[in-house]
């Protein structure tokens, strides 16, 4: 099902792994914050807009392809960063592809955008699922932190399996961030989560797909260009993303097709209010 030819590391369970029965502790509130597995409005206008704004795309076009996470996920495909939207575009063109990332979310922000609407009746062939990085932020995670991440994405996979049951679910390990006091510190805790959710996929219906070697060196530490702040993917780093992806999109989904009949792409309604 997955090419072994792909530019990064795709990893895949021996056997059938459930999204439901994998062994992984139960998600448990951290410092005061609700678990990641339960699902928690974002309450700023902003958000709220967009979120209506995302629910509403899905009846203006087609979506074989869908994107969901955070601003990583989101700056792609938004209309107020116009270079990487010229970018999607390029790699994703005739896949009808949309996408559903939200800049500040955590996995619980997700968790209630899937299921408050943004994938009813979309019915997407492939989904790509990058969350987490907001839930460890800049400094390094306790091993309660880190298995109350894991179960977070493993309840947005569940959902993601109650919303599309015919998808097949690419997901990514949690991207290397160096934005923090000690700039690679973290990496011990992204590394530990991605070693662990890793073990959802089971090559059927959920494949993990790890670029990070591609991004950074050994020690975590990003490589040059990468990211346009130590966070953020780049151009540059946005184009091993689709190196990464698109031989596993021709596996799945074909070649691209000419015409793209996805939604038109959306953009933070802050940022059309300050352009009107």
Same mark, same amino acid.
């Given at each position: 099902?997955?090419? #072994?030819?792909?530019?990064?590391?795709?990893?895949?369970?021996?056997?059938?792994?459930?999204?439901?029965?994998?062994?992984?502790?139960?998600? /448990?509130?951290?410092?005061?914050?609700? +678990?990641?597995?339960?699902?928690?409005?974002?309450?700023? *206008?902003?958000?709220?807009?967009?979120? /209506? /704004?995302?629910? +509403?795309?899905?009846?203006?076009?087609?979506?074989?392809?869908?994107?969901?996470?955070?601003?990583?996920? #989101?700056?792609?495909?938004?209309?107020?960063?116009?270079?990487?939207?010229?970018?999607?575009? @390029?790699?994703?063109?005739?896949?009808?592809?949309?996408?559903?990332?939200?800049?500040?979310?955590?996995?619980?922000? !997700?968790?209630?955008?899937? /299921?408050?609407? @943004?994938?009813?009746?979309?019915?997407?062939?492939?989904?790509?699922?990058?969350?987490?990085?907001?839930?460890?932020?800049?400094?390094? +995670?306790?091993?309660? $932190?880190?298995?109350? !991440?894991?179960?977070?994405?493993?309840?947005?996979?569940?959902?993601?399996?109650? %919303? +599309?049951?015919?998808?097949?679910?690419?997901?990514?390990? !949690?991207?290397?961030?160096?934005?923090?006091?000690?700039?690679? *510190?973290?990496?011990?805790?992204?590394? =530990? !989560?991605? $070693?662990?959710?890793?073990?959802?996929?089971?090559?059927?219906?959920?494949?993990?797909?790890?670029?990070?070697? %591609?991004?950074?060196? =050994?020690?975590?530490?990003?490589?040059?260009?990468?990211? $346009?702040?130590?966070?953020?993917?780049?151009?540059?780093?946005?184009?091993?993303? *689709?190196?990464?992806? =698109?031989?596993?999109?021709? @596996?799945?989904?074909?070649?691209?097709?000419? @015409?793209?009949?996805?939604?038109?792409?959306?953009?933070?309604?802050?940022?059309? %209010?300050?352009?009107?």
């Amino acid at each position: 099902m997955y090419p #072994r030819a792909a530019a990064a590391t795709l990893v895949v369970a021996a056997a059938w792994i459930g999204v439901l029965c994998v062994p992984i502790a139960v998600a /448990q509130s951290t410092g005061g914050a609700p +678990a990641a597995d339960r699902p928690v409005a974002r309450t700023d *206008a902003n958000s709220k807009l967009a979120h /209506q /704004q995302m629910a +509403a795309s899905l009846k203006k076009g087609r979506i074989d392809l869908y994107f969901v996470g955070d601003s990583i996920t #989101r700056r792609w495909r938004a209309t107020d960063y116009p270079k990487f939207l010229a970018n999607w575009k @390029e790699n994703f063109h005739g896949w009808n592809a949309a996408n559903f990332g939200w800049g500040g979310d955590t996995i619980q922000n !997700i968790l209630w955008r899937l /299921q408050n609407g @943004e994938l009813d009746g979309a019915h997407p062939k492939v989904i790509v699922l990058l969350a987490g990085t907001n839930n460890i932020g800049r400094t390094p +995670a306790s091993d309660a $932190e880190v298995a109350d !991440i894991t179960a977070g994405i493993k309840a947005l996979l569940g959902t993601l399996q109650e %919303k +599309a049951p015919r998808a097949t679910i690419l997901l990514m390990g !949690i991207l290397p961030r160096n934005d923090g006091a000690k700039p690679t *510190a973290v990496m011990t805790s992204i590394n =530990k !989560i991605n $070693e662990t959710i890793a073990k959802l996929a089971d090559g059927k219906t959920i494949g993990y797909l790890n670029i990070n070697d %591609k991004l950074a060196d =050994k020690n975590g530490k990003l490589l040059e260009g990468m990211t $346009e702040d130590r966070l953020h993917l780049s151009l540059k780093g946005y184009k091993v993303w *689709a190196d990464a992806l =698109k031989p596993l999109l021709v @596996e799945l989904l074909g070649p691209p097709a000419k @015409e793209d009949h996805a939604p038109p792409p959306t953009g933070a309604p802050s940022a059309a %209010k300050k352009k009107a």
